[in-house]
Structures are given as C-alpha cells and as structure tokens.
Nanobody, 121 residues
Framework: QVQLVESGGGLVQPGGSLRLSCAAS????????MGWYRQAPGKERELVAT???????DYADSVKGRFTISRDNAKNTVYLQMNSLKPLDTAVYYC???????????????WGKGTLVTVSS
C-alpha cells in the first residue's frame, strides 16, 4: 500500500519559520498533484497549497507571500516552507497526494496523519 508521512512540525514563535516535509512510500507508479491542508481547533480543514507534477503551484490567500510549496519527484516528497508565521497559522497540517499505484494504474487520494504546528510566544 501507500503511506504519506509528515515531519517538521513543532512550536515556533510568531515571525519564525518552519519547513514541513511529506514523503510518500509504497507501491507507487506515479504521483500527480500534492498538497498541504490544515485544520485549526474548532475549524474545518482548509487548503493551504498545492503543486502539480509539473510544478505549478496554488496557494490560499492567507498564506500567499509567506509559504512556499515545492516537491522532489525523485524522492516522492513534498515540502512546505513557512515563513513569517502567525498565531493564526496554528493547526494540524496534513499532506495530501493523488497517487497512481502500481497494481491498478489508477489515481487515488491519500492523506498523511498530520503534524502539529503551534505558533506562540
């Protein structure tokens, strides 16, 4: 099967930076779009940023100019560089990917378990 494992979360002061990573592993034929979502306490999960296999990116208005999504296709890994962090960025961050698995050659939506980012002084 396929797994997505996030890393890089933690506690950071307002104005600080963090870099999240998400590595996909398993019976992967190819990966289409990858992205990051977040869910703050008491709120619904929301899109943060996405990146296509060709490198086209899209961002939520709330993070434009502060966050950068990138990917390393050779490592099946997506990154989220977060700068100028604000307390409102506090949330569990989830990795998402549209992965084509070897056995079916069909794309399926996969999610990681999440990594907590806390922005606080």
């Amino acid at each position: 099967q396929v797994q997505l494992v996030e890393s890089g979360g933690g506690l950071v002061q307002p104005g600080g930076s963090l870099r999240l990573s998400c590595a996909a592993s398993g019976s992967i034929f190819s990966i289409n779009a990858m992205g990051w979502y977040r869910q703050a306490p008491g709120k619904e999960r929301e899109l943060v940023a996405t990146i296509t296999s060709g490198g086209s990116t899209d961002y939520a208005d709330s993070v434009k100019g502060r966050f950068t999504i990138s990917r390393d296709n050779a490592k099946n890994t997506v990154y989220l560089q977060m700068n100028s962090l604000k307390p409102l960025d506090t949330a569990v961050y989830y990795c998402n990917a549209d992965i084509v698995i070897v056995s079916t050659r069909r794309g399926m939506d996969y999610w990681g378990k999440g990594t907590l980012v806390t922005v606080s002084s």
